[in-house]
């Protein structure tokens, strides 16, 4: 098993930043994709960004682009968010999930083997 946990989330102003992390721990493999969804309330989750292990493969949402980033992280298992000029519909709980023994990123959530539970991030107007 693998678990994987969020930390980073809060409450802050519209234009705001936030970094999110997460890290992995247990059974890993030395391959795989690390990746971010967000679900706000009544919608569906959706993809945010993702990166593989080696790092030089990521991909990031249209709705997001431009303002979020996902570098690489130094140690593995491991990912961050960096968030920059947040919205209000930004706010949401962002989901750390792990696909195990790949290196192609996906924007599929049914594609992620292991889930985090989520850190909120609320951005105020």
């Known amino acids: 098993q693998v678990q994987l946990v969020e930390s980073g989330g809060g409450l802050v102003q519209a234009g705001g930043s936030l970094r999110l992390s997460c890290a992995a721990s247990?059974?890993?493999?030395?391959?795989?994709?690390m990746g971010w969804f967000r679900q706000a309330p009544g919608k569906e989750r959706e993809f945010v960004a993702a990166i593989n292990w080696s790092g030089d493969m990521t991909s990031i949402a249209d709705s997001v682009k431009g303002r979020f980033t996902i570098p690489r992280a130094n140690a593995r298992n491991t990912v961050y968010l960096q968030m920059n000029s947040l919205k209000p519909e930004d706010t949401a709980i962002y989901y750390c999930?792990?696909?195990?023994?790949?290196?192609?990123?996906?924007?599929?959530?049914?594609?992620?083997?292991?889930w985090g539970r989520g850190t909120q991030v609320t951005v105020s107007s």
């Open positions: 999930a792990q696909i195990q023994g790949r290196t192609v990123v996906s924007t599929i959530p049914r594609d992620y083997d292991y």
């Open positions: 247990g059974r890993t493999f030395s391959s795989y994709v």
